[in-house]
């Protein structure tokens, strides 16, 4: 068990550009999912895949945002057109539906700045 | 719907001290509740957490949490701070294999 792992940590970029994060999740876990927290709030839910299918998608998650589990396996959320606010700690989580732990394991996340 | 009200944004303890950050939930449908720890820079790491099973939990690091469904609370207890304990902390809520929602979290400061 490796944990989950994201890449990058750290991605500055300016506004208007175009970016992409990485999520590795537990290996034999089937769900994924995304939150984004921003300075001293609590993360809030972005959307989650069970396997590659995208099952649910927050309401925060505007037309600028995409995220794709192709695979079952890792996961990439994409931003178009940054902007300020979209600055924000990216998490991603992981668990298993298969037991009785109900238990999201999260990765160290991708902190976003946005100039 | 489910929300999570974890109330003052910064608790300040003395090393030895009580710790209690209290947490209070809404849910429409039976609640899983979670309390995570987040250290600066870093993701969240679970401390304990109530599935419907014992209303009494015990988790990690000497840390336990007392489910009341009379209150909609559960909040988290720690016998004697250490200065470990500093960071934040926050409390969900969710259902079986669903997304969870957060509180704002709490800061959590141990004093020498």
């Known amino acids: 068990d490796t944990g989950v792992s994201q890449d990058p940590r750290h991605k500055i970029t300016k506004r208007g550009q175009n970016v992409t994060f990485r999520c590795d999740p537990i290996?034999?876990?089937?769900?994924l999912y995304w939150y984004r927290q921003t300075l001293g709030q609590g993360p809030e839910f972005l959307t989650y895949f069970q396997n590659e299918a995208q099952l649910e998608k927050s309401r925060l998650l505007s037309d600028r945002f995409s995220a794709e589990r192709p695979k079952g396996s890792f996961s990439t959320l994409e931003i178009q057109r940054t902007e300020q606010g979209d600055s924000a700690m990216y998490l991603c989580?992981?668990?298993?539906?298969?037991?009785?732990?109900?238990?999201?394991?999260f990765g160290p996340g991708t902190r976003l700045t946005v100039t | 719907a489910q929300s999570v009200t974890q109330l003052g944004s910064h608790v300040s303890v003395s090393e030895g001290a009580l710790v209690l950050l209290r947490c209070n939930y809404s849910s429409s449908v039976p609640p899983y509740l979670f309390w995570y720890v987040q250290y600066p820079n870093q993701g969240l790491q679970l401390l304990l957490k109530y599935t419907s099973a014992a209303t009494l939990v015990k988790g990690i690091n000497g840390f336990e949490a007392e489910f009341k469904k009379s209150e909609t609370s559960f909040h988290l207890t720690k016998p004697s701070a250490h200065m470990s304990d500093a960071a934040e902390y926050f409390c969900a809520v969710g259902g079986a294999n669903s997304k969870l929602t957060f509180g704002k979290g709490i800061t959590l400061s141990v004093r020498p």
């Open positions: 290996s034999e876990h089937n769900r």
């Open positions: 989580a992981s668990s298993f539906t298969g037991g009785s732990s109900y238990e999201q394991y």
